[in-house]
């Protein structure tokens, strides 16, 4: 069982920049994957942004360029940094985490970009 603990969510005006984290219960080297995905109303959940061991970070093309998905050193925890916000991108994120082929997930936190 893994617990997933988010932070970081809250009201940025465009152009403006938050920076998401989770924190895993378990050892990061244990962890398949680890990553973000987001929710808008009346929309599916969608992939953001993801960690896999031993490959590249993965960006949903409407992100790319724009946020930034790493490990945060020394911590079970992945960062991401979210820059040039867009209202588009307001949504409640979840962070996700597999682990011996099983699916966990963090309680959500919201984003709102508005002016």
């Known amino acids: 069982q893994v617990q997933l603990v988010e932070s970081g969510g809250g009201l940025v005006q465009p152009g403006g920049s938050l920076r998401l984290s989770c924190e895993a219960s378990?050892?990061?080297?244990?962890?398949?994957?680890m990553g973000w995905y987001r929710q808008a109303p009346g929309k599916q959940r969608e992939l953001v942004a993801e960690l896999v061991r031993g490959g590249s970070p993965k960006y949903a093309d409407s992100v790319k360029g724009r946020f930034f998905i790493s490990r945060d050193s020394g911590k079970n925890a992945v960062l991401m940094q979210m820059n040039s916000l867009k209202p588009d991108d307001t949504a409640v994120y979840y962070c996700?985490?597999?682990?011996?082929?099983?699916?966990?997930w963090g309680q959500g936190t919201q984003v709102t970009v508005s002016s």
């Open positions: 996700h985490a597999i682990l011996n082929a099983a699916d966990y």
């Open positions: 378990e050892q990061y080297f244990m962890i398949y994957e």
